[in-house]
């Protein structure tokens, strides 16, 4: 129902009285006070102002039915009659009013379909209704102004369109929203049967005999069927929602324990937070700590500058004074020269007389030693011959003493010998044995040492062909100052240049793009050994578009890299545009992929590294835990294949490989930083190759020792076996030797004799030779006293020239130790400077890094903090903190997962609690609401039936006729019975029984009854007497004249064929006549079709 009802029912008159009290079901009975209230409360009675909003002002039809145009009609504002023959067009107004206020065409019982309106012939209808739009009560006034003109476009095809204008003809709107918000606003419903009541439903509702179906028009009309309908479905709605809230306290409870197990986590890592701000804190304190040590670094240095600059000028005047020592020096010792030299010359002329003196003297000494060495061997010989004398005649009397017989001692004797010969021969072995036991460990420690020999000259070799190799990455670095491209080979620049002009001559369908590293610049120089970890070999490739061109680059390469170095050649289509990977690259929030990482001059290049290494797929993350964490702790990024560290490790879901790289090659910037590097490389390398060479030197002297120590023993073990074998045989003898062993004596002296006669020989040649040697002796010693002679003369003058050498000597120490001091002065001038310039170049430097220091410290707090304590100190207690945090996040897990746990478990929690308390609290009120309404729905139900009775039995009385409604809530039906006259002469009859003009009259009555509760700006009422007498039609007409008059701020339209011509004369009342159909016009046809209905 609309608001203008809620208000008549909420306030049904102006004289309050006390509302009556109702329970269980309504009833239609009422008392005469509330019968006479009623009536008071009656519209009959209570004349109103001229209606402003919703009424009808005009309507028009064009190609509508079978009426090519009919209209405009002006509406008066409360009394209108369309009167007009069958056929005029008069139902055709009424069907219009509801088609073109958005009614459905089966509302209309003129078809099912709204292409039926069509004329037969044309492609469209169209409609044109205009509504009054006044008062307080007016829809957007400010937009249409007074009047809204509905237009209306009908198709062929059963479709429409809306067109609302305003009064002046601007369109505002085409939707059909905007048209169903009027009529809401305006409280029309075109559907209403008591709004509009079409001649068809009137004769289905009098003669239908289904007392269910009266009841159903009754709350149709009256709209309780709608509110009935909306509180089943609340209702409904409820249960539901009670269903809800059951299984959200379930789900509450489970939600409960897990904030409440998420929150006891989260207070266990509250400390961690107190830790975490005393490091931020020391993060602050340590970056301003640095700077203020390298302020007092600085302090030292600038003082230092001063001192030295001021030692300048002590310095020259040291040279000064130095240099003329020197000049003194070297005069004086010229002068001492030339003096010496004049002595020399008079020494040397004596020279060769004391060189032929001396050779005199060596000959004669020859001689005579030649000499006596003969008689010192015939002197030898003859004492040998006479020991030899001595042992024959010892050896043969001994064998004359043991001829005749062998005593008893001397075998005891022999045997005693054996015994202590074995017991040396066992001390031997023993010997041998301890011999061979240090043999094998010398042996052992040689073969270890040369083990270690081998290993070290590999590591020699390894080390001096890393140092080769560094030295000439040192050179292609200080080449690349000048030449960035020799970074990538000394031959690159001439290989390109040799690549140009092979292009310029035709050799290559496109110019080959490379080497690719040269197109790459890198935005954070930190990830510059990450990319060429990613990158590897493809930093040096080259790029051509086609095979063709491949072979000719092959070939050009073959002239400047030796075999085994050449780069790799991809052949890559050229293209103008970089590949649109966004749909399969990765995207992390705060982490680059290597395609976003660099900037490449060239989009060959970029797609090139795109096609061979998905660059587009590989994150760069700088610190190596973080990797771990992104790539294995959790899922990776979507369309993430790996990732590297700044360090170049390679990081996979599952796997983690350390870079063998420990410094970018190609792709840094800094070729100062890197040539500093890399000559620290180079001393590194030396001084590891100075130490494995020491090594090796204390090695191999370890290998000559042990070698020596087993010579040695070899050379003992040797002799060993030989007196082993001695003894031995010593012993074999003693135990063979036989007790009557014949011995031939005349043998031995025979060897006797022979022996003196040599002995008297070699006492003649000693003669001889004694006498060779006094000859010799007295020439050499003439020979010696001429040459001490002619050596005394050389003395002599030796004597004068010692002194002048000493002067010379002394003076020539002068003049180096004058040098020595000027070159030392000179020494230290230089270093002097050089250490000033240094001192100056660690001053700048050191203020540069001071200033980067302070911006870096800048940026992390801002504002300067005087620290005393030590960066060492601080970083210890950092490291300190760092190592119980981490602990702690080990023991509880991911500090920032707890907390997002907590959080998000909390926000469950209380959104679940929110909404369940919610629900309860709805379900509270609704069920109060609704207690209530349905309460105030049954008072409702029960007052517009007795005022629909009332108004009935009012109305009938008025013709003198009797009868009654009488309503079924319960069972929900509604009977009508109508007696013509008096009630108390007749019996009450079906509205059936009755006669045309009676049943029409009723039908008035009831339909007036209806209009008496309900709201609605205008009332359409089809052919309302066409089945009344003169009498009936009369009173009727009476009572709609009347009901008019009453209600003057409604409007009603009543079609009849009659002439109206008996009305009286009135401003409220306008009769609108229709023009009688033209000849051969036919009748529209009404056929069932199976069309659809149109959309809502």
């Known amino acids: 129902m609309g608001k203008r009802k809620e208000e008549s029912v909420s306030q049904p008159g102006s004289h309050k009285r006390r509302r009556q009290e109702y329970t269980g079901e309504p009833s239609d009975e009422c008392s005469e006070e509330e019968k006479s209230q009623l009536l008071a409360d009656s519209n009959f009675s209570s004349p109103s102002t001229v209606g402003e909003v919703g009424i009808i002002e005009s309507i028009q039809l064009k190609n509508?039915?079978?009426?090519?145009?009919?209209?405009?009609?002006?509406?008066?504002?409360?009394?209108?009659?369309?009167?007009?023959?069958?056929?005029s067009g008069k139902s055709s107004v009424l069907t219009a009013l509801i088609v073109g206020l958005g009614g459905k065409a089966t509302t209309t019982n003129r078809g099912s379909s709204l292409k039926v309106f069509v004329k037969d012939g044309e492609s469209s209808a169209d409609i044109s209704i205009t509504l009054q739009n006044q008062g307080r009560d007016a829809f957007k006034p400010e937009v249409y102004g007074d009047s809204i003109i509905v237009n209306q476009h009908i198709n062929l095809d059963g479709s429409r369109n809306y067109r609302l204008k305003s009064k002046s003809g601007t369109l505002i709107s085409s939707k059909k929203e905007e048209l169903v918000a009027i009529l809401d606003h305006f409280n029309i419903q075109v559907d209403n049967p008591v709004s509009v009541l079409t001649q068809e439903m009137s004769k289905h509702f009098l003669?239908?005999?289904?007392?269910?179906?009266?009841?159903?028009?009754?709350m149709k009309a009256t709209q309780l069927e709608q509110m009935k309908d909306d509180y089943s479905y609340i209702m409904k709605t409820k249960e539901n929602t009670c269903i809800h809230i059951e299984q959200g306290v379930e789900r509450l409870r489970e939600l409960k324990l897990h904030y409440c197990e998420k929150k006891e986590r989260y207070k266990s890592i509250g400390f961690v937070n107190e830790m975490r701000n005393h490091l931020e804190d020391l993060k602050h304190k340590m970056a301003w700590a640095v700077v203020s040590e390298m302020e007092r670094e600085i302090q030292p240095i600038k003082e230092c500058i001063r001192a030295e600059e001021e030692r300048t000028e002590k310095f020259l005047q040291k040279l000064e004074e130095c240099q003329v020592k020197v000049n003194e020096a070297e005069d004086k010792y010229k002068a001492i020269q030339d003096k010496l030299v004049?002595?020399?010359?008079?020494?040397?002329?004596?020279?060769?007389?004391?060189?032929?003196?001396k050779a005199d003297v060596q000959a004669g000494r020859k001689a005579f030693n030649e000499a006596e060495a003969l008689y010192n061997r015939f002197r030898t010989e003859l004492k040998r011959l006479g020991k030899d004398d001595e042992q024959l005649r010892k050896r043969i009397q001994e064998l004359k003493n043991s001829a005749n017989q062998v005593s008893e001692p001397e075998k005891l004797e022999r045997q005693r010998k054996i015994a202590q010969l074995k017991e040396h021969l066992k001390a031997f072995h023993d010997q041998e044995i301890m011999i061979a036991q240090q043999m094998d460990q010398f042996q052992q420690a040689i073969y270890k040492y040369k083990e270690e020999q081998a290993t070290l000259r590999?590591?020699?070799?390894d080390v001096k062909q890393a140092l080769d190799a560094k030295l000439k990455q040192l050179r292609e670095l200080k080449d690349s100052k000048t030449n960035t491209l020799k970074r990538f080979g000394p031959h690159v620049p001439s290989f390109l240049e040799a690549v140009e002009a092979a292009y310029r001559q035709g050799h290559f369908k496109y110019k080959p793009v490379g080497p690719l590293g040269a197109f790459i610049h890198l935005k954070d120089a930190e990830l510059t050994l990450a990319v060429e970890s990613c990158l590897k070999g493809l930093v040096q490739a080259f790029c051509c578009d086609n095979h063709n061109d491949e072979r000719n680059l092959q070939i050009l390469m073959s002239k400047y890299?030796?075999?085994?170095?050449?780069?790799?050649?991809?052949?890559?289509?050229?293209?103008?545009k970089v590949y649109d990977v966004r749909h399969r690259g990765v995207h992390h929030p705060e982490f680059p992929s290597v395609l976003t990482a660099l900037e490449i001059d060239d989009a060959v290049v970029a797609n090139c590294l795109i096609d061979m290494r998905s660059i587009e797929m590989v994150l760069l993350i700088k610190s190596s835990c973080?990797?771990?964490?992104?790539?294995?702790?959790?899922?990776?990024?979507?369309?993430?294949?790996?990732?590297?560290?700044?360090?170049?490790?390679?990081?996979?879901?599952?796997?983690?490989?350390?870079?063998?790289?420990?410094?970018?090659?190609?792709?840094s910037k800094d070729v100062e930083a890197e040539i500093s590097h890399l000559e620290k490389e180079l001393?590194?390398?030396k001084a590891q190759l100075t130490t494995s060479q020491q090594r090796l030197h204390s090695i191999e002297k370890e290998i000559r020792q042990n070698e020596d120590h087993l010579h040695h023993h070899r050379r003992h073990q040797k002799e060993l076996q030989i007196k082993i074998r001695t003894t031995n045989a010593e012993i074999s003898d003693l135990e063979n030797t036989e007790e009557h062993q014949s011995v031939d004596i005349r043998t031995l002296e025979d060897e006797a004799e022979e022996n003196k006669n040599k002995m008297e020989s070699v006492k003649q040649d000693m003669l001889r030779q004694s006498s060779?040697?006094?000859?010799?002796?007295?020439?050499?010693?003439?020979?010696?006293?001429?040459?001490?002679?002619?050596?005394?003369?050389?003395h002599q003058v030796e004597e004068i020239a010692g002194p002048v050498k000493d002067e010379l000597n002394q003076a020539d120490s002068e003049v180096e130790n004058s040098k020595r001091c000027l070159q030392h002065y000179e020494d230290k001038q230089k270093e002097h400077l050089a250490c000033v310039k240094r001192h100056k170049e660690l001053l700048t430097a050191k203020e540069k890094e001071l200033e980067e220091k302070i911006a870096q410290a800048r940026q992390i707090y801002s504002e300067r903090i005087e620290v005393s304590r030590t960066v060492k100190s601080l970083d210890a207690e950092m490291n300190r903190l760092r190592e119980r945090i981490n602990s702690e996040k080990d023991r509880h897990g991911n500090r920032e997962e707890i907390i997002q746990q907590f959080f998000d478990a909390k926000e469950k929690y209380e959104d679940a609690n929110s909404k369940v308390k919610n629900l309860k609290k709805f379900i509270k009120l609704l069920e109060e609401i609704m207690t209530q309404r349905f309460k105030i729905y049954r008072q409702f139900l029960r007052l517009l039936s007795l005022r629909c009775k009332l108004y009935f039995d009012h109305l009938l009385r008025i013709r003198a006729y009797s009868g009654k409604i009488l309503f079924d809530h319960k069972n929900e039906t509604l009977s009508i019975t109508v007696q013509p006259g008096e009630g108390d002469k007749a019996s009450l009859n079906d509205v059936r029984s009755l006669s045309g003009g009676e049943r029409s009259f009723s039908t008035v009555c009831f339909i007036l009854s209806l209009w008496s509760i309900t709201e609605s700006p205008f009332r359409c009422l089809d052919e309302f007497d066409v089945y009344m007498d003169m009498v009936n039609r009369r009173i009727a007409m009476d009572m709609m004249l009347k009901v008019a008059d009453s209600q003057r701020h409604r409007q009603f339209i009543l079609l009849t064929p009659q002439s109206m011509s008996s009305l009286p004369t009135s401003t409220l009342i306008r009769i609108l006549r229709l023009q009688d159909p033209e000849r051969g016009q036919t009748t529209l046809n009404f056929r069932n079709r199976n069309e659809e209905e149109e959309n809502q």
């Not at 079978?66 to 069958?86: D, E, K, R, T, Y």
């Not at 085994?564 to 289509?573: A, C, Y």
């Open 64 to 87: 509508f039915m079978c009426h090519s145009m009919l209209g405009p009609f002006q509406f008066g504002s409360n009394l209108n009659f369309v009167a007009g023959n069958n056929g």
């Open 207 to 218: 003669q239908s005999k289904n007392e269910g179906d009266k009841y159903k028009f009754f």
């Open 342 to 357: 004049k002595i020399s010359e008079e020494a040397q002329a004596l020279h060769p007389q004391c060189i032929s003196s």
């Open 458 to 461: 590999k590591e020699e070799h």
């Open 561 to 576: 890299y030796p075999p085994g170095f050449r780069p790799q050649i991809i052949v890559n289509k050229f293209q103008d």
């Open 626 to 667: 973080k990797a771990r964490e992104v790539m294995q702790s959790n899922r990776p990024p979507k369309n993430c294949r790996e990732a590297f560290t700044a360090e170049g490790d390679q990081v996979f879901e599952r796997r983690y490989y350390s870079s063998d790289y420990l410094r970018p090659k190609y792709l």
């Open 683 to 685: 001393e590194n390398k």
């Open 772 to 794: 060779e040697m006094e000859e010799l002796k007295n020439i050499l010693q003439a020979a010696e006293k001429r040459f001490e002679e002619m050596k005394e003369k050389i």
